[in-house]
């Protein structure tokens, strides 16, 4: 299924950071998608079910959570999985495109990585 | 004891008003914050780095700085970035290092809003401080920002729901919301636009036109914007990354502002970045008297050159331009495109912190800081441009960005 991917602050991420970005909190809060109830049905996933999101740039697996966004567009909170997905090519200005990418998702039954294990793959896989 | 009018050093409102109980040096009450200053303040000791360490072993502040430094100086282009959580005087301090080292130095605005800089430089920007807006704005636009959950006490402080002089209350405001999603703050607006992904510059170049009378027809929802925005009395648009951050960055933050600068022919009207992290209006001011340019600047030649894109941290890391990096109270390995920031894995990494992140895990050396505004007083900047004094309210032996900033200057001149 294609969306449009869309990133921005939520307040639960913002209260999960202040505990640490490495706790349970950050990661329930902030690897999360949200989506529109008729997009997930056609799908066929629920609530809290694992989906793996894929840009030109790269891929991360997070949990979806309904919500009143349109139906070709998903939102996941600023953080490190949102960051996997957008690229780094700024088009002079320094600021990467954010808001607005591409992206395909799908139903998965990979997990969600922890902060530790997304830190270590893309360092080893730098190789 | 009782500390009252504490400034809260997590967002640009900069709210002033906070009350923080302490009891043998712990934070134990917070009164008038919102849910995550009240995070920052009551778990500003938790997950905090305990120690400093180099290649993962505790080592003294002595030795970690030592390290830092001789890195620092041996690189050929340190990039130094971060910034905007932090109070004005270590800012200073980390420009004066970049000076010495003829380094890179950026700041956490060239990812929110870098473009908005670009813009105003561009076209200028038609300003006011937020006691004018609680005082006397009668019609007030939030574009692309969403304060419900970012600014989470804008609306009652500054804007919406406020007694101010003029404005005694939310029913002598007009409020309206621009986003391409019904956001949390939607719901407490008075008219909700909803546009699509990238049409920001689009739609504002047409309203400009019809403003200035060079087209007759515009969609309903525009033209009733336009309308509402000629005839008020003093209007302010707030705008956020979704501006910034969308296609066209730089250009729709022009076209915003010179939409503004038009409506000033009809009416008062004003224009203000919500400005993220608590002083990143502060780096971009100290970056600008000190340097000349408010950020992505670079020392090289021994004066200071600006060039976004050529200077800024996401490209000098994506490039691989940078052998080494200071990183002061920001996390890029959270905040970058993992393609950018993976960089610092492979540089030896500097960072300065009160609290463990992503970029101290993959970081050679980590040096524990006191946390601003809470542990160290200083100098922030509202986002409205206001200077405010943070508080130091609980001891620690941990010494703040700024002196050990101060120690790097002395060593490396030595
Ligand atoms: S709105 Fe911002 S400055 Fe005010 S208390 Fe909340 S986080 Fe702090």
């Not at chain 2, 005087?89 to 130095?105: K, N, S, V």
């Not at chain 2, 019904?182 to 689009?202: M, N």
């Amino acid at each position: 299924m294609k969306i449009v991917l869309l990133s921005g602050r939520t307040t639960k991420q913002g209260v999960a950071a202040e505990i640490g970005k490495t706790s349970d909190d950050y990661l329930q809060n902030v690897a999360v998608i949200q989506l529109n109830p008729a997009l997930m049905d056609q799908m066929g996933v629920k609530d809290g079910d694992r989906i793996e999101v894929k840009t030109l740039h790269g891929s991360a697996v997070v949990m979806c959570h309904k919500s009143d966004i349109e139906e070709n567009m998903g939102f996941i909170p600023y953080g490190p999985w949102a960051n996997l997905l957008i690229g780094s090519e700024t088009q002079g200005t320094g600021m990467p495109d954010s808001k607005g990418t591409e992206a395909e998702i799908e139903k998965t039954d990979k997990n969600v990585e922890s902060v530790d294990e997304l830190l270590t793959r893309i360092v080893e896989g730098r190789k | 004891m009782i500390h009252e009018n504490v400034v809260c050093p997590f967002c640009g409102c900069l709210c002033d008003d906070i009350v923080v109980t302490t009891e043998d040096n712990q934070i134990t009450d917070v009164k008038n914050a919102c849910a995550i200053s009240k995070s920052k303040f009551l778990n500003h000791h938790v997950n905090m780095l305990e120690s400093a360490l180099v290649d993962g072993k505790e080592v003294s502040m002595d030795e970690a700085v030592d390290r830092a430094t001789e890195i620092l100086s041996s690189a050929d282009n340190p990039l130094i970035y971060g910034l905007s959580s932090t109070e004005c005087e270590a800012q200073r301090h980390a420009i004066h290092l970049a000076e010495l080292l003829g380094a890179t130095i950026d700041q956490t605005a060239s990812v929110c809003h870098g473009p908005t800089i670009l813009g105003t430089q561009d076209a200028g920007c038609v300003k006011c401080t937020l006691g004018e807006v609680k005082n006397r704005a009668d019609l007030i636009i939030y574009w692309g920002c969403n304060p419900a959950e970012a600014h989470i006490r804008h609306f009652r402080r500054y804007s919406v729901f406020p007694e101010g002089l003029f404005r005694k209350g939310r029913n002598e405001r007009e409020v309206v919301v621009v986003d391409v999603r019904a956001t949390a703050s939607a719901r407490i607006a008075t008219t909700f636009v909803k546009t699509e992904p990238g049409t920001d510059f689009e739609n504002i170049s047409l309203m400009r036109a019809y403003l200035k009378g060079k087209r007759d027809s515009l969609p309903d929802e525009l033209r009733d914007l336009v309308e509402k925005m000629k005839t008020c009395t003093f209007g302010i648009i707030f705008f956020g990354l979704g501006l910034t951050m969308s296609k066209g960055k730089h250009l729709n933050v022009d076209a915003a502002l010179r939409l503004v600068r038009d409506l000033n022919e009809f009416t008062k009207f004003s224009i203000t970045p919500m400005r993220g992290h608590y002083n990143v209006t502060g780096a971009g001011s100290t970056m600008a008297w000190v340097t000349g340019y408010p950020f992505s600047v670079n020392f090289a030649l021994g004066y200071p050159l600006s060039n976004p894109g050529e200077f800024s941290a996401v490209d000098v890391l994506a490039r691989k331009e940078c052998d080494a990096a200071l990183i002061i109270a920001s996390d890029p390995a959270a905040n970058f495109p993992a393609e950018a920031w993976k960089h610092l894995a492979d540089i030896p990494t500097i960072v300065m912190d009160p609290k463990v992140s992503l970029t101290t895990r993959i970081a050679k050396v980590s040096i524990p800081v006191a946390t601003a505004g809470i542990e160290a007083e200083g100098t922030a900047y509202r986002m409205d441009g206001i200077p405010l004094r943070l508080k130091k309210i609980v001891q620690t032996s941990r010494p703040s960005d700024a002196a050990v900033l101060t120690k790097m200057i002395e060593k490396v001149r030595a």
